[in-house]
């Protein structure tokens, strides 16, 4: 327990490296979700687009 | 070797290439990333001054240097564009902008927090690093809201590209801000002789290389999604996405 307390600075460390982990998780997790949203909104326009033709 | 280079500034060339090279960089990124983590928060000894806060060092400096690194490839995509009118180049740019702003937040929010213990308060402002790192994070929302105030791809492009090359002059100043002014935050460590334990750095090294690895892996993928989106009425991503395997 005491590797997970760091002295007295556990408080400290352990936030920034869940913090870092978030911000991470967060913009990688915004990118798939953009390139998902992108990719159906051009798959729907052109499935419309061949439905008409 | 210019032919292969060429070619990577087609979007289709781009668009699958990236696909492929994405997770080749997230995997050794992540692996590294893991490594590092252990090393510096479990194996090397804790700074003599500081305890155990040190270790903050490890997920702070890459941050901070990505925050700075991703400017750069903004800035200078956004002239290459600008000057040689490569689209991709313009999308590079546009994509590298959230991760740098993601970055730059996670530098001074880990900065900020290390400074607690260690300063004695969360924030100063009248610390020319800290003040430099924040206006390099405005820098970054007025990069993004100024793209996204332009409808016309092309002018916002052009428009972003001029704000993102004046900007460089705030990189230069957050650099070099603890050598020019008397500032809280400490003067160059890394690259210093003498001013780590061989260990520390080492683990340090590690987790830069894979935070760098990753932070390839994730702006690949925004270039992609960039590319798709501006490629959009073109042909090749019709028949990429109306073909019966699909695209990604």
């Known amino acids: 327990m005491d590797a997970f307390a760091m002295g007295d600075y556990g408080a400290y460390v352990w936030s920034c490296v869940a913090l870092t982990l978030v911000i991470v998780v967060f913009t990688d997790w915004r ?10 909104e051009i798959e729907v326009r052109l499935k419309a687009l061949e439905d008409r033709e | 070797m210019w032919k292969w280079f060429h070619q990577l500034a087609s979007p289709p060339h781009f668009y699958r290439i990236s696909a492929i090279l994405s997770p080749w960089l997230a995997v ?15 194996v090397v000894p804790m700074d003599y001054q500081q305890g155990d806060a040190f270790r903050i060092i490890y997920v702070h400096v890459p941050s901070a240097y990505l925050s700075l690194m991703a400017y750069m490839i903004m800035a200078t995509s956004g002239g290459i564009g600008l000057i040689w009118r490569i689209k991709l180049a313009h999308a590079v740019a546009a994509a590298a902008a959230p991760i740098g702003a993601a970055f730059t937040f996670l530098a001074l929010c880990t900065g900020s927090i290390w400074g607690r213990p260690m300063w004695g308060t969360w924030w100063e402002w009248g610390d020319p690093r800290m003040m430099s790192e924040l206006i390099l994070l405005f820098l970054y929302f007025g990069y993004m809201a100024l793209r996204s105030a332009i409808d016309d791809t092309t002018k916002a492009d052009k428009a972003s590209a001029v704000l993102a090359l004046v900007g460089i002059v705030n990189v230069v100043i957050v650099h070099f801000s603890v050598e020019w002014w008397s500032s809280l935050h400490q003067g160059q460590t890394v690259f210093k002789k003498g001013t780590m334990d061989a260990d520390m750095k080492a683990a340090l090294f590690v987790m830069i290389i894979g935070f760098t690895l990753l932070f390839g892996s994730m702006l690949l993928r925004r270039i992609r999604t960039e ?19 699909g695209g990604a």
């Open chain 1, 31 to 40: 990118a798939r979700l953009r390139h998902k949203r992108v990719y159906r």
């Open chain 2, 28 to 42: 050794p990124g992540l692996l590294l990333i893991a490594y590092g983590t252990w090393q510096g928060l479990f």
């Open chain 2, 227 to 245: 590319v798709l989106y501006r490629e959009r009425r073109t042909r090749w991503v019709r028949e990429m996405i109306l073909s019966p395997e």
